[in-house]
């Protein structure tokens, strides 16, 4: 980083605020905007990139600026209902407890790269890249290099799990470093290996292009049509347990909820909820009206709670509607 003007710097820091401002997870940025500087040891530069970004971060915590949602909010993050750890378990135990489990998350970051088969082909590409060829970038796109480094790093601590949907946030420096890797493989003939080793990760991720356009043409059908003519087998303005696509175009007619609060259940509280556990939650707890179940319900090994779509006799629900696609229970009179 050699003569770079305060004018950029600003910039950047007034759009590494900005993504923050967006969403919680893009924090990231501003911290990796924070080290690079400091990393680089440009001083001033930092103060002028700190002030502008700090500014701009301040308008996310307008609404935390008295105690009481500030409580509400460090205990959200505490708490949040996910399969995933949480900000509290990164941070419980001690200062040498936080650092040892930061360091267990990045020590399975490899989980975000090669989370499914949309992104094993760009991740294998990319790291690859990054590690065959870390001298000649380090050498020729130190910047870049460092940046990304960091970027990986902090997004392993700070984001709020290893879902491979965060990638988006690295993306683009991915594909830089991807696309000079190929480059330059192109025009040394020495890289002979890595040569073949591109080409048969490109075979691959073809293959996995493939597979992903024939599940999303498998998938295609006409939701809005669909939502539309099984909802309305139920009373408007009632309480919906069913697939969370049903909220497209139908959420204004219908309180719609999902199954994953039951997911959780099973999660934090480490049982196994019976199907006739899970009516009872979903009558008296939750106090739903109507549960829809689709094929997918219908054949989940992982959350078998109405496996082929048997319905054990309870007080709670019963069955009114069946056909190849759904089948929808009404809450019965005597669980009201």
Known sequence: MKNVKVYPIMLSGLFAGLAFVTHLNALVFPVVGFFFLLFNKKWNLLIYYTLVCSGVCLLYTHELWNQTNLETFLYQLKHWPTHQETFGEKVD????????????????????????????????????TLISQFKHLWNNYKSLTIYTLLLMFFLAVLSSSHGARYLVYLMPFMSVII????????????????????????????????????????????????????????????????????VYNEIDEYEIFSFKTYEYIEDREHIELTQRQLLEKAALDFEMDYIILNKERKNSKEFPWFKNWNIVPNPYFEEVFRDENYLILKRQSSSV
């Open 93 to 128: 135990g001690g200062i040498l407890m936080a650092i040892w489990n930061n360091i267990l998350r990045v020590l399975n970051e490899h989980k975000r790269y090669f989370w499914d088969q949309d992104v094993w082909g760009i991740s294998a590409l990319f790291l690859v």
């Open 179 to 246: 696309g000079l890797g190929v480059f330059r493989v192109i025009q040394t003939p020495e890289l002979k290996i890595i040569k073949w080793v591109y080409l048969l990760i490109f075979l691959v991720q073809m293959v996995f292009v493939g597979m992903t356009y024939g599940s999303i043409f498998e998938k295609n059908y006409n939701h809005v049509k669909e939502h539309h003519r099984y909802l309305s087998k139920v009373e408007k303005g009632s309480r919906v347990l069913g697939p969370w696509e049903f």
